[in-house]
């Protein structure tokens, strides 16, 4: 389906999975180096609550570790766990942030990220050792953490959160993610979405600082 967006004003990026790679295999690999075997406690309704506190704010670092590894039988260091649960994480392509750069020229640019504060930390740390940026503040024009919101994708609260404080106009708004869930909540909204299936596609989407007119782009109902 062809898309227009001449009357994109602003645009929204999530992080993970559009301007950062992960792979969340990466830590149920260092996991399973590191004696754990019982994969079906990943999946746990306890897991999953303690997984969502700390994603969205409402349990601290280390309480998330403590009660994380009692959840999984598991005995690590603090530095330990930390590896093994950034080991998702991989790389910040430097043409992704080039064209957040170019972006700032024509568009509002915010980003707005479901995160956690380990995560967090090395995320700042990447962004200030290999880009020079003191925070991601400093790149885009304001970026939302759900860890400091106390907000997660898909609650439409995030969404407006930002929309009103910006008195931003959904259909003057492209929002852009790589779960489906976060594009229909958004689609509710108004806001002009696009789902970016894999990471690397998203520098595609643009040309010399501009969005490309009338792009192939899919729609989640």
Known sequence: MKKNFHNIKNIIFDLGGVIIDID???????????????????????????????????????????????????KLSTQKFDEIWNSMILDIPQRRIDLIKKLKSHYHVYLMS?????HYDLFIRDLQLRFGYR????????????????????????FTLILDRYRMKPEETLFIDDTPENIIAAQKLGIVTYHNITGARVVDLFENGKLKQDLDFNVIH
């Open 24 to 74: 969340s295999n990466q830590t149920v690999n260092h996991l399973k180096k590191n004696g754990f075997t019982n994969l079906e406690l990943l999946e746990t309704p306890d897991v999953k609550r303690t997984l969502k506190q700390f994603e969205c704010g409402i349990i601290s670092a280390e309480t998330f570790r403590k009660t994380l590894m009692k959840q999984l039988d598991l």
């Open 114 to 118: 479901n995160s956690n504060e380990i």
């Open 135 to 158: 925070e991601f503040d400093s790149l885009f024009d304001k970026s939302f953490f759900s860890f400091d919101t106390h907000l997660c994708k898909p609650d439409p609260n995030f």
